[in-house]
């Protein structure tokens, strides 16, 4: 045993450079980071400005929400491709909630409920049909944005009850406070996957689900709780999509937000098969991908060329993770 | 024996990571030889052999073919030089047939270069009949049990024909029987001039088969010796560096109150009419050949499978068990056979997966306290003799018989009455298995009721109180662990015979 201890702690020489592949490893997305934030300064002072810092945040905070419950989906090892649909559903119903009640609380608690019930439906087919989650959310994809586009007849709806747009355009200090509401459910979500059962059920889950069945894990319940899960967090996005502007489209609000999502996941370290992977990681990704839009800006990059800046992104990052 | 070895590793020494795994290594193995190489895990057994197999390189140290010195720089050099590694961890495609799977990088073209099927299928069938194994070629692997695998794995070495096949652990998920063929198939390969060199940690196999054997102990030669001039214990001695008895280690001891009564457990194609009871402080063993259903009984009886009849009482109480979670309320363990596929969860680490099944043991306002689960491993740690530096690394960076012990653990902390263990011992090394044994043991005087579900009959003559002989899904025999031998059990494993009305 005395040799393993050496191994932990000797100060050798080829150490320094095993000790640099984990940090790499572990850490390879803040590297990443830290490297693009560098470039970003050095390319366009204007990026440093506290406003400009401020507004990426802002502008990722909504898929930043999204991205969080993503990030607990894949650990748990399946994917969820309707977001983007049930954001926009949990939103036009929810705006129908606020203007019949005229009560904000209720417009909010319908979004959240919404949202938490499709993710429920999903996980629902995920655990107990035994559809592969790729296909289940596919599903759903559709039928939310269809059922989103009926209900809102193909437009768009908007909130009558003053103070709803508050939510997402009020400050607190120098943050918006869909930054602050970002933060807390990254906060939340953190301590959610490293401090309680659920958690720990997850990654087992996600890395070997007949050992965390054998293990007496109730691997259902896990897997509807993991869609119920992100299924919230999308009514939390979708108040903050549908209160920035007073309104949501039933047709193109939330559109490809699965994919920014996924991206942020997968930028982020986390294997896509599941078990492995780190909330903090998520963040990082999903920032990674707010500086580089807020680059491709300032430098007046063309519009239609961003979404190929990112995919080349989203490949760099999978390439230089380090693939077992 | 010829002048020449076969193969000659000279003073091979590698480390990782700064420690030393192989210290000036040498072994040979001659032409047609079958040389056993022996030693506990972490010994630097597999170190060596992924050297020769150009998995990894050595440090220093040069190794000859025939004379020859060759760089084996990475495992196809190593191919072609004739030399096929058989990992313990088989290399199979599942949803390939059988004969795409062992021609896999090396298939059958026709001239228009399209895949020759029936010329693959025919060779197949051959190279498996040899073996005495009769299997459609078209079958899909995964529809196979884990031993014809196995079997089809040796084939793809012998289709290769490669000059030295290394085994590492063949038998361990064969049956007896199959066992036996396997040994006469190399035998034969040594008359064809083929050298093996065989890793396992059944003594009693590789004295049946073995020419040499070479002991490596914590990286270093321990000896290499004729296998006639060694007995068994001095080879075991060799090994673990003390004298490790063979003998039967159970104690008798008063029984407790009936802790579990299976009745007429039946589940269509897998098994039958099952009754059998365990006390309190009982040890009851099932054995069997591969597919006897003993695994699916009691994967059943732990709510894993659900579609079966029958009643199940636990202390007294029927219990309809519909999931693991319900058979760990009515207070049974399991710990499953396959740890790498069934117990371990490998991304997490040693102490999570301890406490993976009682995590309420561990949480205050619902959330999960460190510091209680790290001084609960320490426990676990020092009772069970549980080797690990830091207990935050993942378990797979454990050794077989460590794994095990934290699998072991995680049930203790459960803490259930009824515990059972599928093939406890599989893969692990002597000293280990020895310390699992005397664990078990100790759990029975605590009162606990045990299951032992082994495929060595050995090891159930070894430690249980009741031994269930089990063929085809039906138990054909049951004996008092003092009053059988390996013989008779075989008889009623093959279902050469059967018990009648008798049991019980």
């Given at each position: 045993m005395d040799n393993i201890n050496t191994k932990e702690y000797s100060p050798e020489s080829p150490s320094m450079k095993s000790r640099l592949s984990w940090l790499?490893?572990?850490?390879?997305?803040?590297?990443?980071?830290?490297?693009?934030?560098?470039?970003?300064?050095?390319?366009?002072?204007?990026?440093?400005d506290i406003n400009n810092q401020l507004n990426i945040l802002m502008q990722v905070s909504i898929i930043g929400i999204i991205a969080l419950g993503m990030t607990v989906v894949m650990l748990s090892g399946g994917i969820d491709l309707s977001v983007g649909s049930v954001l926009a559903l949990a939103g036009v119903i929810s705006v129908l909630a606020l203007n019949a009640s005229g009560s904000i609380l209720i417009g909010v608690f319908t979004a959240l409920l919404v949202g938490a019930f499709a993710g429920f439906l999903n996980g629902l087919m995920v655990a107990k049909g035994r559809i592969a989650s790729f296909i289940a959310t596919l599903g759903m994809m559709a039928a939310a944005r269809s059922i989103a586009l009926y209900i809102?007849?193909?437009?768009?709806?908007?909130?009558?009850?003053?103070?709803?747009?508050?939510?997402?355009?009020?400050?607190?200090?120098?943050?918006?406070?869909?930054?602050?509401?970002?933060?807390?459910?990254?906060?939340?979500?953190?301590?959610?996957?490293?401090?309680?059962?659920f958690g720990r059920y997850v990654y087992a889950l996600g890395s070997n689900e007949k050992a965390a069945m054998l293990s007496a894990i109730r691997v259902d319940r896990i897997k509807i709780g993991v869609y119920t899960l992100i299924g919230t967090l999308v009514g939390v996005a979708a108040v903050i999509e549908t209160s920035r502007l007073n309104s949501i489209s039933s047709s193109s609000s939330g559109a490809q937000y699965e994919l920014d999502a996924i991206a942020a996941v997968i930028i982020g370290g986390t294997r896509m098969t599941g078990g492995r992977g780190k909330i903090i990681g998520t963040i990082f990704g999903i920032l990674i991908l707010g500086i580089l839009n807020n680059m491709m800006n300032l430098m007046n990059v063309s519009p239609h060329l961003q979404g190929f800046v990112k995919g080349l992104i989203i490949i760099i990052a999978v390439v230089f993770q380090k693939r077992e | 024996m010829t002048s020449q070895?076969?193969?000659?590793?000279?003073?091979?020494?590698?480390?990782?990571?700064?420690?030393?795994?192989?210290?000036?290594?040498?072994?040979?193995?001659?032409?047609?030889?079958?040389?056993?190489?022996?030693?506990?895990?972490?010994?630097?057994?597999?170190?060596?052999m992924n050297i020769l197999g150009g998995v990894h390189q050595p440090d220093s140290g040069q190794i000859f073919i025939e004379g020859k010195q060759v760089t084996m720089a990475n495992p196809h050099i190593s191919q072609t030089h004739g030399i096929s590694f058989i990992h313990q961890e088989l290399n199979m495609v599942g949803d390939l047939k059988v004969y795409e799977n062992m021609f896999l990088g090396?298939?059958?073209?026709?001239?228009?270069?399209?895949?020759?099927?029936?010329?693959?299928c025919r060779q197949t069938r051959e190279i498996l009949a040899e073996l005495g194994v009769f299997l459609n070629p078209k079958e899909y692997v995964r529809n196979l049990a884990t031993s014809y695998k196995q079997l089809i794995e040796i084939s793809k070495a012998l289709l290769h024909k490669s000059q030295l096949i290394i085994m590492?652990?063949?038998?361990?998920?064969?049956?007896?029987?199959?066992?036996?063929?396997?040994?006469?198939?190399?035998?034969?390969?040594?008359?064809?001039?083929?050298?093996?060199?065989?890793?396992?940690?059944?003594?009693?196999?590789?004295?049946?088969?073995?020419?040499r054997y070479t002991v490596l102990r914590d990286g270093q030669l321990v000896k290499?010796?004729?296998?006639?001039?060694?007995?068994?214990?001095?080879?075991?001695?060799?090994?673990?560096?003390?004298?490790?008895?063979?003998?039967?280690?159970?104690?008798?001891?008063?029984?407790?109150?009936?802790?579990?009564?299976?009745?007429?457990?039946?589940?269509?194609?897998?098994?039958?009419?099952?009754d059998f009871t365990v006390r309190k402080g009982q040890i009851v063993g099932f054995t069997g050949l591969a597919g006897d259903g003993r695994t699916e009984l009691f994967e059943s009886l732990f709510g894993y499978r659900k579609k079966y009849t029958g009643t199940i009482k636990v202390k007294g109480k029927a219990m309809k068990i519909t999931h693991p979670r319900t058979a760990l309320q009515a207070g049974m363990g399991y710990v499953p056979k396959d740890r790498k596929e069934n117990a371990i969860i490998k991304d997490l680490s040693v102490v999570h997966n301890m406490s993976l099944s009682s995590m309420g043991n561990f949480e205050r306002w619902g959330f999960i306290q460190?510091?209680?689960?790290?001084?609960?491993?320490?426990?676990?740690?020092k009772?069970?003799?549980?080797?690990?530096?830091?207990?935050?690394?993942?378990?797979?960076?454990?050794?077989?018989?460590n794994q095990q012990k934290v699998i072991i653990a995680k049930w203790l902390e459960a803490d259930t009455d009824i515990l059972i263990f599928d093939n406890p011992t599989q893969g692990i090394d002597v000293g280990a298995k020895q310390e699992i044994y005397q664990e078990i043991l100790e759990l029975a005087k605590l009162g606990k009721a045990i299951i032992i579900l082994s495929s060595e009959a050995p090891e159930v003559l070894r430690i249980c109180h009741v031994i269930n002989v089990m063929y085809h899904g039906e138990i054909t025999a049951r004996f008092m662990g003092d009053e059988t031998n390996e013989e008779e059990i075989m008889h009623y494993a093959t279902g050469a015979k059967r018990e009648g009305e008798h049991i019980g």
């Open positions: 790499w490893s572990e850490y390879s997305v803040i590297i990443a980071f830290i490297i693009i934030f560098i470039a970003a300064s050095v390319m366009n002072p204007r990026f440093l809102a007849e193909g437009g768009s709806v908007s909130g009558e009850v003053s103070g709803f747009t508050a939510i997402a355009n009020n400050n607190v200090w120098i943050f918006d406070l869909p930054v602050l509401i970002f933060f807390a459910m990254a906060v939340l979500i953190y301590i959610v996957m490293h401090k309680t059962r | 070895p076969f193969v000659a590793m000279n003073q091979i020494e590698k480390s990782f990571n700064g420690v030393p795994v192989l210290k000036k290594v040498t072994l040979e193995v001659e032409k047609g030889e079958i040389h056993a190489l022996l030693g506990e895990n972490g010994a630097g057994k597999s170190t060596l090396s298939e059958i073209r026709n001239k228009a270069g399209f895949l020759n099927v029936e010329e693959m590492d652990e063949p038998t361990t998920s064969l049956a007896e029987h199959e066992v036996g063929r396997l040994f006469e198939l190399m035998r034969n390969l040594k008359k064809s001039g083929v050298s093996i060199i065989y890793i396992s940690h059944k003594l009693k196999e590789i004295q049946a088969v073995c020419d290499t010796d004729d296998m006639q001039s060694g007995n068994l214990e001095e080879i075991t001695k060799l090994m673990v560096g003390k004298a490790i008895s063979q003998e039967r280690f159970v104690h008798e001891h008063e029984f407790g109150e009936m802790a579990l009564e299976v009745e007429r457990l039946s589940s269509p194609g897998l098994f039958k009419d099952i460190d510091k209680r689960e790290l001084e609960k491993f320490s426990n676990y740690e009772t069970l003799n549980i080797k690990v530096a830091n207990p935050r690394i993942t378990i797979d960076k454990l050794s077989g018989g």
